[in-house]
Each structure stands twice: as structure tokens, then as C-alpha cells.
């Protein structure tokens, strides 16, 4: 997975890449579902609770990789690669950036077993 250069974000119906950088399609597909889920919930009061709840975060976040993740087993062949971008996807859920409040392990889990339904929202 090539990283990309900034921070990357969703209000309502936009999504917005300040380095102006190209996103790859996983990272719209993930930002996509923070979109569908400010759809649900209404932006602003998605936003007051992610910046406060952890769990809440976690919950929205892991869901966003999941998406992420399925979009890059269809793009990816190759399967080394793939168990890589999971366990970087899974380093960054679990890190620093969500306040570490679930493990490696569970970050794993969370990506990989979220059903396709449970990933699916409004537009979907």
C-alpha cells in the first residue's frame, strides 16, 4: 500500500484531500463509508461523537477498513501483499491515531470478519 501524503477526511458529501494528491480507489471507497455514515447519523453530530468517543471512532473506522480492505483483495493479486496492507491497515487502527484502545489482534479481527452487511449503509 503506497502512502499517501496527508490527511484525508469526509464532511457530508465531501470528501477532502488537502495535498490534492490522486487517492487510489481503496481510500475513496473508505471515505465513502464515512460518508454514507454522516448520511445516517447527520455530519455534524458524527463528527461531535468521533472526535470524543474512542469506541465510537473505532466502531466507524473499522468499518471504513473493511470496505478499504475488500477493495484491495479485488485490486491486489498477489497474497503476500495483501496480509502486508492488512497488517498495516490493522497497525493503524489499533495505533496511536485512534488511541491505541484495541489490540493489533482485535484491529485484525475487526477488518476481516465485519460482514458485508454489517458494511453496507444508506446508498449502498
Request: glycine share 6%; hydrophobic share 35%.
Amino acid at each position: 500500500m503506497e502512502p499517501h501524503g496527508g490527511t484525508i477526511y469526509t464532511y457530508e458529501d465531501t470528501i477532502y484531500n488537502p495535498s490534492g494528491e490522486t487517492l487510489p480507489y481503496h481510500l475513496l471507497a473508505h471515505e465513502v463509508v464515512h460518508m454514507k455514515q454522516q448520511m445516517n447519523d447527520g455530519a455534524d453530530a458524527w463528527w461531535s461523537r468521533y472526535l470524543i468517543d474512542p469506541l465510537f471512532r473505532i466502531d466507524k473506522e473499522s468499518k471504513a477498513y473493511a470496505v478499504q480492505y475488500r477493495q484491495i483483495c479485488k485490486e491486489v493479486p498477489d497474497k503476500n501483499h495483501r496480509v502486508r496492507v492488512l497488517n498495516d491497515l490493522a497497525s493503524m487502527l489499533s495505533g496511536p491515531i485512534y488511541g491505541r484502545v484495541i489490540t493489533h489482534s482485535a484491529a485484525l479481527k475487526m477488518i476481516t470478519k465485519l460482514k458485508v452487511e454489517d458494511t453496507k449503509l444508506v446508498g449502498s
